[in-house]
């Protein structure tokens, strides 16, 4: 099982220009030109057009994607930290007090005598958060840092991988944080958004087409979501987000409308792994059963070049990049999320567009009140 770890767009920011799914093309920022990659592997395998992330920024995003839960703690502190007025940041394994009580997924592989490996998330390098980590991390593999192009983070999981897969030592459970669609707005000399969020394509794409010409392509499968959707717009809800499926027995040119969640996802991955379920969220989430098939389909995937410049850099003076000067990027979600989407936003629309305001739908299933409930 490969986990891809990305961070925070929604779902018509990259697919809604795909006619197959429940797209908004006037929301599209980062379509087909920019991530050929991401929307070659919705076509190939499965167009998931209903995924939701449970999280609300990448401080409680990090918790539910390796927990199925973020803990009170978590929960409480946040919003405090992120509205500047105190509080730490540092809930991606700094702080004991974060952990869920019986800790993160890694934690459940220990205990299961399941093999693991972590490149980049929650670490870097060799330093790991968690004690679970320490000795599974990717030695190369740099944690969210928007100055390492994702190139990078490909190059390093490729040169474990090969390296681990010639001892037959591949471990049944890998994250991997490819990290760089979080853009770095349109901060001076920075990497332009567009070029970001290429990069990032073109990681994925290199992953997915290496893992898929290797040996164990046939026991392999790729879950692939966003940590948080960064409260960006989407014309369904700000929590819907790109996610993909990837795998010989995955379904190939499938759409599939089935409301799934970032627990939905992990859930899946526990009865891959043989997991209990982490939270009762995780345990009462849909698994991801209408994307696969019983019939392998091996075909390795080819993964498209990048079809803009990846390494073109801001060099505009306006207002949004007196705005970006302002915005701390050196951990994820430090800059204020609707600032950074706006200056995203201008940036492929125009210094004088306006954006949408983000998208809130409730999800609710009424009954029909009973004679008795008047009466109460």
């Known amino acids: 099982v490969f986990y891809i770890i990305k961070e925070n767009r929604t779902y018509d920011q990259v697919l809604g220009d795909m006619p197959e799914g429940n797209g908004d093309t006037s929301l599209c920022i980062f379509g087909k030109k920019v991530t050929p990659n991401h929307h070659a592997i919705a076509k190939d395998f499965v167009l998931l057009d209903n995924f939701y992330v449970d999280a609300e920024v990448s401080a409680d995003g990090h918790n539910w994607s390796m927990a199925a839960y973020a803990t009170d703690v978590v929960e409480k502190t946040w919003p405090t930290s992120y509205g500047n007025r105190g509080g730490s940041t540092s809930f991606e394994g700094g702080r004991v007090v974060t952990y869920p009580r019986d800790g993160f997924i890694w934690d459940y592989c220990k205990r299961a005598g399941i093999t693991y490996r972590s490149y980049g998330e929650f670490g870097e390098f060799n330093e790991a958060h968690l004690k679970s980590l320490k000795g599974h991390m990717g030695p190369h593999s740099p944690g969210f840092d928007m100055d390492v192009m994702d190139q990078v983070r490909a190059d390093a999981w490729e040169h474990d991988f090969d390296s681990l897969l010639t001892i037959k030592a591949v471990p049944q459970f890998n994250t991997l944080r490819i990290s760089n669609d979080h853009t770095s707005g349109q901060k001076k000399g920075k990497i332009s958004p567009i070029a970001a969020v290429a990069d ?162 409730a999800f609710v299933i009424l009954e029909k009140k009973k004679k008795k409930d008047d009466d109460d």
Request: charged share 25%.
């Open 200 to 361: 990032n394509d073109l990681a994925v794409g290199r992953i997915i087409a290496h893992l898929s010409e290797s040996s164990i392509w046939k026991e392999s499968v790729v879950f692939i979501l966003e940590d948080d959707a960064q409260n960006g717009p989407d014309h369904v809800d700000a929590h819907r987000s790109p996610a993909f499926i990837v795998g010989p027995y995955v379904k190939r040119n499938a759409v599939v409308h089935t409301m799934y969640t970032t627990s939905g996802f992990l859930r899946t991955m526990e009865l891959i792994l043989g997991l209990p379920p982490m939270s009762q969220y995780d345990a009462a989430a849909m698994p991801l059963y209408e994307c696969f098939t019983s019939k392998a389909d091996v075909t390795p995937y080819k993964f498209k070049p990048a079809l803009v410049d990846i390494n073109n850099r801001n060099v505009a003076v306006n207002e949004s990049s007196k705005r970006s000067e302002k915005f701390n990027f050196a951990k994820e979600d430090a800059a204020p999320d609707l600032d950074l989407n706006e200056v995203v936003w201008k940036y492929v629309k125009g210094e004088n567009s306006v954006m949408p305001a983000p998208k809130r739908s």
